[in-house]
T-cell receptor, first 115, second 113 residues
Framework: QQQVKQSPQSLIVQKGGISIINCAYENTAFDYFPWYQQFPGKGPALLIAIRPDVSEKKEGRFTISFNKSAKQFSLHIMDSQPGDSATYFCAASIAGGTSYGKLTFGQGTILTVHP | EADIYQTPRYLVIGTGKKITLECSQTMGHDKMYWYQQDPGMELHLIHYSYGVNSTEKGDLSSESTVSRIRTEHFPLTLESARPSHTSQYLC????????????FGQGTRLTVV
């Protein structure tokens, strides 16, 4: 059962454009939603994360928007740069207790930013 | 950059061989995880550990086994490798006491021929 659905599978944007990746989850017990960035040959690295008590979190050019009622969250990359070209994964977990750190991942989005 | 290391980075091995993928972290994290990343990119949790002598199976069934004799070390073993085991294996760790995120190693790409 796919608990976190991510779209699109691939995304091509021009330098300076906005990249938007969307995720939807099913398990209402999830209360921690990180985004990971993965470059070829590397393991995923945490990019930004949000908890459901806020609707938006911004760190530099990266913003997470969260809609608890719709069970959806999205990553926005403003002023996209060629160096942002990577695979992006949304994830969800239950913060705290024995489930902390057990991430359920989306399918991934390959982002290509053209110069 | 997180201090979590996986060896080997790449491994090509014949069917039927026993293999052990190594994972070590120097952050003193109690929780460690193994994820399998299939060719379609999606990551699936196959094993996790809350601490020494604690191991549990993850969401995706796997024929591999793990052990946790020391906090810093979480090796994964396949007793008899098969081509269906060809995949990328990623190790991660986290420390809930410090509310830290899951840090990933660079992965081991395993090919069974």
């Amino acid at each position: 059962q796919q608990q976190v659905k991510q779209s699109p599978q691939s995304l091509i944007v021009q330098k300076g454009g906005i990249s938007i990746i969307n995720c939807a989850y099913e398990n209402t017990a999830f209360d921690y939603f990180p985004w990971y960035q993965q470059f070829p040959g590397k393991g995923p690295a945490l990019l930004i994360a949000i908890r459901p008590d806020v609707s938006e979190k911004k760190e530099g050019r990266f913003t997470i928007s969260f809609n608890k009622s719709a069970k959806q969250f999205s990553l926005h990359i403003m002023d996209s740069q060629p160096g942002d070209s990577a695979t992006y994964f949304c994830a969800a977990s239950i913060a705290g207790g024995t489930s902390y750190g057990k991430l359920t991942f989306g399918q991934g989005t390959i982002l290509t930013v053209h110069p | 950059e997180a201090d979590i290391y996986q060896t080997p980075r790449y491994l090509v091995i014949g069917t039927g061989k026993k293999i052990t993928l190594e994972c070590s972290q120097t952050m003193g994290h109690d929780k460690m995880y193994w994820y399998q990343q299939d060719p379609g990119m999606e990551l699936h949790l196959i094993h996790y550990s809350y601490g020494v002598n604690s191991t549990e199976k993850g969401d995706l069934s796997s024929e591999s086994t793990v052990s946790r004799i020391r906090t810093e070390h979480f090796p994964l073993t396949l007793e008899s490798a098969r081509p269906s085991h060809t995949s990328q294996y990623l190790c991660a760790s986290s420390d809930p006491r410090l509310n830290t995120e899951a840090f990933f190693g660079q992965g081991t790409r395993l090919t069974v021929v």
